[in-house]
């Protein structure tokens, strides 16, 4: 079983970036398609990209898709996520997780990390 663990995320004035990144460890992160979620208060988890085992196939939201750069270091069992021109409504916490099957949906991905905040300040 894949344990997942995020870090990188705090606080950010709009406009600025972050760059999140997911460590995997216990399992086969570099055959595994991964993905990151986010989720704000009082709203249901949302898809914000996933990226194929290779590397060859990548997803964004429509929200975030020229904003959002997410890509993978096999060698290091690493998943990131670059976030740039950071806006307040990209306030939420950041999931990362191992995509079970082909769909955007959170019942597609599976085990969660913990998180990590994501603040963006106006």
């Known amino acids: 079983q894949v344990q997942l663990v995020e870090s990188g995320g705090g606080l950010v004035q709009a406009g600025g970036s972050l760059r999140l990144s997911c460590s995997a460890s216990?399992?086969?992160?570099?055959?595994?398609?991964m993905g990151w979620f986010r989720q704000a208060p009082g709203k249901e988890r949302e898809f914000v990209a996933a990226i194929s085992w290779n590397g060859g196939r990548i997803e964004y939201a429509d929200s975030v898709k020229g904003r959002f750069t997410v890509s993978r270091d096999n060698a290091k069992n690493t998943l990131y996520l670059q976030m740039n021109s950071l806006k307040p409504e990209d306030t939420a916490v950041y999931y990362c997780a191992r995509q079970i099957v082909g769909a955007r949906s959170p019942s597609a991905f599976g085990p969660w990390g913990q998180g990590t905040q994501v603040t963006v300040s106006s």
């Open positions: 216990g399992g086969i992160f570099s055959i595994s398609g």
